[in-house]
C-alpha cells in the first residue's frame, strides 16, 4: 500500500457503532466496545472491534496524543484497555485530551464476545500479520497488520482529530509480537510522520522478533542456526523466508534500512525468565533465539547493532524493567513505560518499577 501525504486523511472510510459487552447494561463498569468500519473503496470494507475511552463516532477536536494499546494471547483487548485507563488516570494528563483504543482480534473461541459479522482469525494467526480465517468480503483477504494501518489512517485524519499530533502502538506479549512487526513491515509510517505526525511504536515482553538474516544469537556472536535443529527456523514469523503477503517483495535491506529510520521503543522484564511460562513460544524457531524473553531481547538488542554496524541505532531505545516478568500493567506502569505513554510529566504510580535504559 503506497499513500501520499496528502492522501493520508482521505484515503480511510470509518463508521462507527458502539455496543455493549454480551450481557451488560449501561449501569455496569465493563468497558464497552466501539464498532468500527473500516476499508476503504480500493480494498475490502469491514468491521472490527475496539475499546476507546472516546466516541469515536463523533470528531475529537481536544484529541493531541492517542495511543493503541494491543492485547496479548488471549484476545482480551477489555482488560488491557481497562489497565491502560487506570495509568491513564494516574498519569494526571487531561483525559480529554488523550485516545486510547484498544483493538481486539476476534479469534475462532470467541463466538461468545457478541462480535458478529466481523473478521475472524485463528487463535494466534492475528500475532503475526495472518489474514483472517473467516468474516472477510469474498475474494479479499485481510491482515492483522493491514487493520493497524486502516486504524492509524482513521487517526490520521485531520477532519476527525484536527490537533492529534503524536500517535504511539504499544503491545505486550502477543501484542508486542504484532506491534514489532508491524513497525518493520509496514508500509505507511514514512506518509504518516511526514504528515506531521509524531508515531512511535513500545513493544514489550514479546516471545519472539524477527530477524533480518538467517543469524542468530551464538556465544557472543551471531551464526546461522543449525537446520537439524529446526529446518524452518528463518521461516516468518521468526525470520524472513516464506513471509507473510502483507510484506510484499521489500528486501530484508530495505525493510532493515526503513526500520532504523522509525522510532520503535523495546522493553523487557527482568523477571520474565521462565523457560516454562505459560504463553511463552516453545517453537524450535522462537527456541532459536534464546529460551526465555529475557535472553531473547538482549539477543535481539544485540543483533540490531551488530546488522547496523558503524549505522545509527539513535532512533531505538532499549530499556530492562526492573524485578517485572510478564505483566503488563506493572511493564507499561513502570516509570520508563509511564513516560513512554504519558510523556515526562506524567506521575507515576509509587511503586512503579524501576528502569535501566541498556546503551545500543
Given at each position: 500500500m503506497k499513500l501520499h501525504p496528502s492522501a493520508v486523511a482521505t484515503l480511510i472510510g470509518v463508521s462507527l457503532s458502539t455496543a455493549l459487552l454480551p450481557g451488560a447494561s449501561a449501569a455496569d463498569e465493563a468497558p464497552h466496545w466501539q464498532r468500527l468500519h473500516l476499508g476503504s473503496d480500493n480494498q475490502a470494507q469491514y468491521d472490527f472491534p475496539v475499546y476507546a475511552n472516546?466516541?469515536?463516532?463523533?470528531?475529537?477536536?481536544?484529541?493531541?496524543e492517542a495511543i493503541i494499546i494491543q492485547h496479548g494471547i488471549e484476545r482480551n483487548g477489555d482488560d488491557y484497555f481497562a489497565s491502560a485507563m487506570e495509568l491513564l488516570k494516574t498519569s494526571?494528563?487531561?483525559?480529554?485530551?488523550?485516545?486510547?483504543?484498544?483493538p481486539n482480534f476476534p479469534g475462532t473461541p470467541d463466538k461468545d464476545k457478541g462480535f458478529n459479522n466481523m473478521p475472524v482469525w485463528s487463535v494466534q494467526g492475528w500475532i503475526g500479520g495472518d489474514n483472517a480465517v473467516s468474516g472477510t468480503i469474498p475474494g479479499n483477504s485481510l491482515s492483522s497488520l493491514t487493520v493497524l494501518d486502516d486504524i492509524l489512517l482513521m487517526l490520521a485524519d485531520k477532519?476527525?482529530?484536527?490537533h492529534l499530533q503524536k500517535i504511539t502502538v504499544a503491545g505486550h506479549s502477543g501484542g508486542g509480537q504484532l506491534v514489532h512487526r508491524y513497525a518493520?513491515?509496514?508500509h505507511v509510517d514514512?506518509?504518516?510522520r511526514h504528515a506531521g505526525f509524531d508515531l512511535r511504536y513500545l513493544i514489550a515482553n514479546p516471545s519472539s522478533y524477527l530477524y533480518f538474516t538467517p543469524e542468530r544469537p551464538q556465544g557472543n556472536g551471531f551464526a546461522p542456526y543449525d537446520q537439524a535443529l529446526c529446518p524452518a527456523y528463518d521461516d516468518y514469523r521468526y525470520g524472513m523466508q516464506h513471509m507473510v503477503p502483507f510484506a510484499g517483495a521489500t528486501s530484508w535491506q530495505e525493510l532493515f534500512q526503513r526500520h532504523l529510520q522509525r522510532q520503535v521503543t523495546y522493553l523487557a522484564g527482568t523477571a520474565d525468565n521462565d523457560p516454562n511460562h505459560r504463553v511463552l513460544d516453545k517453537s524450535c524457531g522462537a527456541g532459536a533465539q534464546g529460551p526465555t524473553r529475557i535472553t531473547r531481547a538482549h539477543?535481539?538488542?544485540?543483533?540490531?547493532h551488530y546488522l547496523a554496524r558503524e549505522q545509527s541505532l539513535k532512533m531505538h531505545q532499549r530499556f530492562e524493567v526492573i524485578g517485572v516478568g510478564h505483566n503488563q500493567s506493572q511493564m507499561f506502569g513502570s516509570q520508563c513505560g509511564t513516560e513512554l505513554l504519558f510523556g515526562s510529566k506524567a506521575?507515576?504510580?509509587?511503586?512503579?518499577?524501576q528502569c535501566q535504559a541498556i546503551a545500543p
Open positions: 472516546q466516541n469515536l463516532e463523533q470528531p475529537q477536536a481536544e484529541i493531541n494526571g494528563r487531561n483525559q480529554n485530551e488523550m485516545l486510547i483504543i484498544a477532519k476527525r482529530y484536527p518493520v513491515l509496514n514514512e506518509q504518516v539477543g535481539y538488542w544485540q543483533y540490531e506521575n507515576t504510580a509509587a511503586n512503579a518499577a
